[in-house]
């Protein structure tokens, strides 16, 4: 219970506090504007979040440093329609979509390799809100070994509200966790410390 009272408070309190601590070495900007991409904010060394990027952001991350765009919205949400909008302009586009009701440490799993590897980074990781990208977000931090409050933290400063937060707890507490972990160390990531 404090736990999430303390998340809740966290979340209230963020639009009054400096943006999150992340490194801003990744080759990308610090800050957009945000009628272009919405929620926008440096996560991790050559990763953002994000909310849904307008047409006209969308032609300019390549010149903005990205490389790869992950896009977690799905096909009834016009999803589709962004995969030659991005491809045409050089980068590469992950489709993985997810939903309060479909996220799964799997989508975790297939996150981290998306992020892994050479010349995947500098990625824009997006949703609708940066919602579903901040839950995902702090599973993605589990599966690497963080606990339960260095996850959620670090989903509530990529932009998962509390909303998500008893989707997130629910896929933390089981036995999943391990092989979570195992998975991803099965996989030999590389994508460092993030």
Request: hydrophobic share 45%; proline share 7%; with cysteine.
């Amino acid at each position: 219970m404090a736990h999430r009272l303390a998340l809740a408070l966290s979340f209230l309190l963020a639009p009054a506090l400096p943006g999150p601590a992340a490194a801003r070495d990744g080759g990308i900007p610090a800050a957009v504007d945000g009628r272009l991409i919405p929620g926008y904010r440096v996560i991790a060394p050559g990763v953002a979040a994000a909310g849904q990027p307008t047409a006209e952001a969308l032609g300019k991350l390549k010149e903005m440093g990205f490389r790869t765009v992950v896009n977690l919205r799905t096909e009834q949400e016009g999803a589709a329609q962004e995969r030659p909008l991005v491809e045409a302009r050089g980068l590469r586009y992950v489709p993985l979509p997810v939903s309060p009701g479909t996220l799964s440490l799997a989508d975790a799993v297939a996150l981290d390799k998306a992020l892994s590897g050479k010349g995947r980074r500098p990625a824009l990781l997006h949703c609708a809100s940066a919602n579903r990208v901040g839950a995902l977000w702090a599973l993605v931090q589990a599966c690497r070994g963080k606990s339960l409050r260095e996850a959620t933290e670090a989903g509530v400063a990529a932009g998962m509200r509390p909303t998500m937060l008893p989707v997130v707890e629910r896929l933390l507490s089981g036995g999943s966790l391990a092989s979570c972990r195992r998975s991803r160390g099965a996989a030999g990531s590389t994508s460092g410390k993030s």
